[in-house]
C-alpha cells in the first residue's frame, strides 16, 4: 500500500504565494509521473501540472509562468510553486503519484487527500 500526505494549502491574498508538496511512502519500487490537480466548486478535476520520471514537465495554460512543478526523488516528493496566485486558483489541489508497487511491480495512480488553496480579491 502507499500512503501520499500532501502539505501547503492555506488563504493567500491575489498575487500572492504558496507552496504544495506531497509526499510518498509504502512499497514503492519506483516512482513514475507526479502530478498535480485541481477541484474547484461545481467544476470537474483539471491538471495543473505534471512531472514524469524523464523528460519534460507540463502544464495547464491558465498556470504557465506562474506554477513550478518540482521532485525529490531521494524524498519521493513531488512539489508545486505557485506565484501571482489569482482568485481563480482557488480550489482543492490534489497530489497524483503514479508508483510501480512492490512486491509484484504492478503500477498504479494514487492520489493525495487533497488541500484547500483560497485566493482571495
Known amino acids: 500500500q502507499v500512503r501520499l500526505v500532501e502539505s501547503g494549502g492555506g488563504l493567500v491574498q491575489a498575487g500572492g504565494s504558496l507552496r504544495l508538496s506531497c509526499a510518498a511512502s509504502?512499497?514503492?519500487?519506483?516512482?513514475?509521473?507526479m502530478g498535480w490537480y485541481r477541484q474547484a466548486p461545481g467544476k470537474q478535476r483539471e491538471l495543473v501540472a505534471i512531472?514524469?520520471?524523464?523528460?519534460?514537465?507540463n502544464y495547464a495554460d491558465s498556470v504557465k509562468g506562474r506554477f513550478t512543478i518540482s521532485r525529490d526523488n531521494a524524498k519521493n516528493m513531488v512539489s508545486l510553486q505557485m506565484n501571482s496566485l489569482k482568485p481563480e486558483d482557488t480550489a482543492v489541489y490534489y497530489c497524483?503519484?503514479?508508483?510501480?508497487?512492490?512486491?509484484?511491480?504492478?503500477?498504479?495512480?494514487?492520489w493525495g487527500q487533497g488541500t484547500q488553496v483560497t485566493v482571495s480579491s
Open positions: 497524483n503519484v503514479e508508483v510501480t508497487n512492490m512486491p509484484l511491480l504492478t503500477r498504479r495512480a494514487y
Open positions: 509504502g512499497s514503492i519500487f519506483a516512482i513514475n509521473a
Open positions: 512531472i514524469p520520471s524523464g523528460g519534460s514537465t
